[in-house]
């Protein structure tokens, strides 16, 4: 029997349950982004809202946007929007069934109109997780008007990308004469709100719809926000796990998470859920401190252990975080490169780097590194580059940064030559195998050829020669050595 609302009762008390009946919900959230990420996070602090503000929570039931996975939007619906979230617990697990999502949708489903759905008067917060790559934009943070699905969508009256949703469904809220929803986007880039309205305002203007840039641009807000929680992609195992949890019944999406769970949200009026109520929800003013935080130090960190990692022929996060060599390369390179310009006071950054290197290392948690490794050339700018810049600027060692490129290249490298033992799913993935070909055996050339990329890079890195020939000769004894022993000797 499958998770249902109709089974729901089945299920044993061992397992947290909503405290609230899901069919009664109402649809006062709209997600574009439906997956792991949202499933374990916005969800969860929404549910614990709703449980928390009893009738009035009954109005922020979630309709969530899948949006290049209409299996799964199946799925859920099969469950009447019902999973489990199994949480690893350093002393064992904790097991959930989610139940805030209302509806579940395809952005592709020629039947889903979901510029009506953001434009419906019920909806008053709009959230976002369709990663960095999904908004298509440029290293600078701008949207990029060649990316091959901005140019799609500019001609469409049924947009797929999500700037192409917000366009259209703000167009009818304002055509409608009604208040705008709250534009919450919740991935990871620099000052996502406000890099995402930028994105919006650019779409609308490479639109030369003008006047709807003027109304958006005064009065729709896009507040910062920070989230923050390690979700793998659900394994065999966690389809066990729920089994066994729900006393036999059968959950087909049932995903695990980390514990740790932060949401930083920038303050805004308006109607919202109570979603202070999870632990780890907070309303601030400011939003960037932790933003930087987690951006370089958790997602910087992450990028140096799966691009090198994989090399290593560690499979996942928590095998390279335990490995002796390259776990010391990784917090080396966290704490001394990555906490450029980020301003938590001196113990704090300690205590959040040691913080990271135990989630990284928690072996409950199973996280590819072929899994992070993904989109990094819509990554590097704000997770790699921009400390980079800064500490080169300011005389200080980027050794870490070095070898985490050269790595990065190395995966395109190989992966040209059919030697990439994983996946690499990158939307730049053509253009950069193509630079490995030409270069082919030539580091010098490859690596400058990578550097050369401003949409991913930027602007020329000071000493630009110098980090070109570093970045070189760490592809070539990556390429040339064996690369366990190359680890050990770097991290002495
Ligand atoms: C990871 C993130 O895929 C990645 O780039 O660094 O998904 C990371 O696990 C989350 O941001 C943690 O909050």
Known sequence: MLLSRATL?????????????PEKLRSGLLHLGCGNFHRAHQVTATQAAIGQQGVAGLDWGIT????????????????????TL???????????????ITRALHAGDPSAD??????AEGTHIVTLTVTASGYHLRADGSLDPDATEIVADLGQSRPRTAIGILAAGLARVRTQGGTPPVILCC?????????????????????????????????????????DRIVPIPSADDREDARRFLGGLEDRIPLSAEPWFQWIIEDFEGKRPFWEAHPGTKFVSDVDVFERA????????????????????????????????LGTIAARFMRQEQTAGVALPGNETDAY???????FRNPGIVHEVERIGRNGSAKMASRIIQPMRENLM?????????????????????????????????????TLRQLCAEARDDHAAQAEAFLAMESVFGPPLPDHDRQVENIATMLRRLTEEDVGSLLRSLAH
């Open 9 to 21: 009762e089945l299920v044993p008390e061992t397992v947290h349950t909503p405290r609230f009946l």
């Open 64 to 83: 969530s946007v899948t949006m290049r996975r209409p299996d799964l939007a199946q799925s859920l619906s099969a469950q009447d929007n019902l999973y």
């Open 86 to 100: 199994l949480t690893r617990e350093p002393t064992g697990t904790v097991a959930s069934v989610m139940g805030a």
């Open 114 to 119: 979901i510029a009506a759905e953001l434009a």
């Open 187 to 227: 991935d990871n880039l620099p000052h996502n709100g406000e890099t995402l309205r930028g994105a919006v305002l650019d779409f609308l203007a490479l639109r030369g719809d003008d006047a709807l840039a003027g109304w958006v641009a005064d009065t729709v807000r896009f507040p910062n926000t920070m989230v």
């Open 294 to 325: 987690k951006l370089q130090m958790l997602n910087g960190t992450h990028m140096i252990l799966a691009y090198v990692g994989a090399l290593a022929g560690l499979g996942t996060i928590a095998e390279a975080a335990a490995d002796p060599a």
């Open 353 to 359: 780097a040691r913080d990271l290197m135990a989630r």
């Open 394 to 430: 300011a005389g200080r060692a980027v050794t870490g940064a070095t070898l985490l490129i050269a790595s990065w290249i190395r995966w395109f490298a190989l992966h040209e030559q059919e030697a990439l033992e994983i996946a690499l799913v990158d939307p730049r993935a053509d």
